[in-house]
């Protein structure tokens, strides 16, 4: 029993980061159908950002998870600005070119910072664990989880309740109304955009004392992230967050019992069979016309 | 105030030419009424002014700023307010919400409602928690004039404000229109099919054809035998 809940913890903070991931992935869709390839690479240079914060700066996780979020976003508005914004008649050829970008970021990272694993240390702060009868939890992976639920918060707020996101729905429903009146949907794109960057860095920055950083390391979790996406419906935060978390507790559960090749198999068997039965997710928006 | 000023005004989609030369002045507070037959060029004349079509050449000019070098939105900041055909309220936005985003368009940021919007249409603040997309024809249309209001514009260009629309509400907007422009000294760019309407709230009027300008002037000139020549089927 012990070792169910345990799995089923360690599932909740691996679900936490890719709901990080599916989010800013579910936003760039949603606002500009965009697919970003790059999406992954996002999650890197998070990584990577930490890791330089921490080597060369002696600054931990928590203090560089502000700084790690803008940087990203920066990246991210950047590439909106010199590249995808040239692309939103041409959605399939975004498909090529964020790919392409991704491919770019790896490289990059891997000239300069070097193709071998880099560790970083969780923040002293929450080095202990907190214990519940046989159920052990590391102070991190629960900062992890409420970290994750404070973002996912934000975002909703940010989208529902902010004269931004009133914008960002307002493009979304009818780009060239919005523009009649004064909204520069150019500009709501770009920040859109570098909003889903900076969230993929955040997760890229929260992953580091669980995962080696490495150039590549955003391709695996990116991939999980569009399961997230695709099984939560597109346009969804709620749907977004009950996948991520029965994606990650799935994997998790079906590791333990089987084993992580098998595990693996199972979960994706698991996701044909429900977008067979349930082909726009499990929560797919509906106001959209 | 600004006037605005259009000069062999060419309008495209794709490389065709839709408008082909079309010249007027709109005065501070004057009321402009365009007419013609369906698919000569009236929406799109509109369009134009708001930089929705593929390309412009020519001249257009409000004030001191030269509009055809500014993108929609700089435009709507300039105090210019489009009323598209079929309205094209935000269904997923609450009426307030709908009438608000039209203050996205002010240049001093202020984000109240002003109330004479609900003097003028006391539907909307019955509906005010409703969907947009929710409302019948007539009362998205007043949405619509509404959310235009709000950004407190200098010019309304309205297309086709009353078609589609229940009789009893028609009455209301035509009358909501004619005080704006009288009252409220807003100049208006109106695209009517109801001459009847046109004649009594115009300064001036002007037929289009083939997207060009085929007669103008005074509403007065507006007559039977132009109606016939220009306008009926």
Sequence with gaps: ?289 | METMRAQELHSFYGKSPVIQGVSFDLEPGEFLALLGRNGVGKTTLLKSLMGLTDGCTGGLVFGESNLLSLSTSQRAKLGIAYIPQGREIIPGFTVRENILMGTFARVDGRREIPEYLFEMFPILREFIGRKGGDLSGGQQQQLAIARALAMDPKILILDEPTEGIQPNIVKQIEEAIIRLNRERGLGIILVEQNVPFARRACDRFMVLDKGRVVVSGHSKDLTDSVVEKHLTF
């Excluded at chain 1, 240390?121 to 992890?144: A, C, E, H």
């Excluded at chain 1, 909204?183 to 960057?197: D, M, Q």
């Excluded at chain 1, 333990?256 to 429900?274: E, F, S």
């Design chain 1, 1 to 289: 029993m012990d070792v169910i809940l345990n799995q089923l913890f360690a599932g909740l903070s691996m679900a936490s980061i890719l709901l990080m991931i599916a989010l800013g992935l579910a936003i760039i869709y949603g606002a500009m159908g965009v697919i970003n390839l790059a999406h992954g690479e996002f999650v890197m240079l998070g990584a990577y950002a930490t890791w330089a914060l921490q080597t060369f700066a002696g600054i931990n996780i928590i203090l560089a998870l502000p700084i790690v979020f803008v940087a990203v976003a920066l990246v991210g508005w950047i590439i909106e600005k010199v590249i995808v914004q040239r692309l939103y008649h041409r959605p399939l050829d975004t498909i090529l070119a964020t790919w392409g970008i991704g491919i770019i970021l790896q490289q990059v990272v891997r000239l300069s910072v070097g193709a071998e694993s880099r560790f970083v240390k969780g923040p002293d702060l929450l080095s202990g664990n907190t214990q519940f009868g046989g159920l052990i939890m590391s102070n991190y992976r629960l900062f992890v989880i409420a970290f994750s639920i404070a973002v996912l918060a934000a975002t909703w707020v940010l989208m529902t309740r902010t004269e931004f996101g009133m914008r960002l729905r307002a493009v979304i429903q009818n780009r060239g109304i919005s523009e009649c009146y004064g909204i520069e949907a150019n500009k709501v794109f770009s920040l859109t955009f570098a909003y889903g960057a900076g969230l993929a860095g955040i997760a890229g920055a929260l992953i580091t004392p669980l995962f080696s950083t490495i150039p590549t390391m955003g391709t695996g979790l990116v991939v999980d992230a569009f399961l997230v996406v695709i099984v939560g419906g597109l346009g969804s935060l709620l749907g977004a967050a009950s996948a991520a978390v029965l994606i990650g507790e799935a994997t998790a559960l079906f590791s333990m019992l089987l084993n992580d090749t098998l595990g693996r198999i199972a979960v994706l068997a698991g996701i044909i069979v429900l977008i067979r039965f349930r082909p726009r997710g499990l929560f797919p928006a509906k106001t959209r016309h």
